[in-house]
T-cell receptor, first 114, second 118 residues
Framework: DVKVTQSSRYLVKRTGEKVFLECVQDMDHENMFWYRQDPGLGLRLIYFSYDVKMKEKGDIPEGYSVSREKKERFSLILESASTNQTSMYLC?????????????FGEGSRLTVL | AQKITQTQPGMFVQEKEAVTLDCTYDTSDPSYGLFWYKQPSSGEMIFLIYQGSYDQQNATEGRYSLNFQKARKSANLVISASQLGDSAMYFCAMREPHGSGNTGKLIFGQGTTLQVKP
């Protein structure tokens, strides 16, 4: 059974803390994504990665960075957490081909920044 | 820039009736893909259906069908014979082309919350 695993379902952090959100997939997928989901705004793409050590900015990269040292793992980093980064974060992966392939999502990480 | 719009924040439907969830998109590329996902209250994202921009026929998957009107840039999801388990949030998404400077990323609409009444 295909699986995308996010390390934490719920996190509470303080303003200014450095936050790591980890995502691991076991499907040997080339592409991995980080989205944040907010009510009324849908899912917005933060960063994505085509393959190991590659990364591309999405639509809202400010305040975030990513790391992809191994194919199966894609980490989202909040260098200095702020209250406006309180959100649900979703990791996803897919094969690079075919182009019709859907995203497989993790269960999400709900981050609260106080 | 590509854009996906879902104009219905919330909808109700009676059990066993059909319902249409609207989705419009904007792109200047001739090659793209359209997806629908379901997100129940548990939070998982479930892939429902896919339509390619060059597909001649509307996609269907069981009770789900995609009403693809290319000229109008709409990709509405039709759910037939609604069930209580269909109550969820539904997202429309578009994959932009991959290659020649395009990234193949997937962008999502704002979502529509569907509630099925018994």
């Amino acid at each position: 059974d295909v699986k995308v695993t996010q390390s934490s379902r719920y996190l509470v952090k303080r303003t200014g803390e450095k936050v790591f959100l980890e995502c691991v997939q076991d499907m040997d997928h080339e592409n991995m994504f980080w989205y944040r989901q907010d009510p009324g705004l849908g899912l917005r793409l933060i960063y994505f990665s085509y393959d190991v050590k590659m990364k591309e900015k999405g639509d809202i990269p400010e305040g975030y960075s990513v790391s992809r040292e191994k194919k199966e793992r894609f980490s989202l980093i909040l260098e200095s957490a702020s209250t406006n980064q309180t959100s649900m974060y979703l990791c996803a992966s897919r094969m690079d081909r075919p182009y019709t392939g859907e995203l497989f999502f993790g269960e999400g990480s709900r981050l609260t920044v106080l | 820039a590509q854009k996906i719009t879902q104009t219905q924040p919330g909808m109700f439907v009676q059990e066993k009736e059909a319902v249409t969830l609207d989705c419009t998109y904007d792109t200047s590329d001739p090659s793209y893909g359209l997806f629908w996902y379901k997100q129940p209250s548990s939070g998982e994202m479930i892939f429902l259906i896919y339509q390619g921009s060059y597909d001649q026929q509307n996609a269907t998957e069981g009770r789900y069908s995609l009403n693809f009107q290319k000229a109008r840039k709409s990709a509405n999801l039709v759910i037939s014979a609604s069930q209580l388990g269909d109550s969820a949030m539904y997202f429309c998404a578009m994959r932009e082309p991959h290659g020649s400077g395009n990234t193949g990323k997937l962008i999502f609409g704002q979502g529509t919350t569907l509630q099925v009444k018994p």
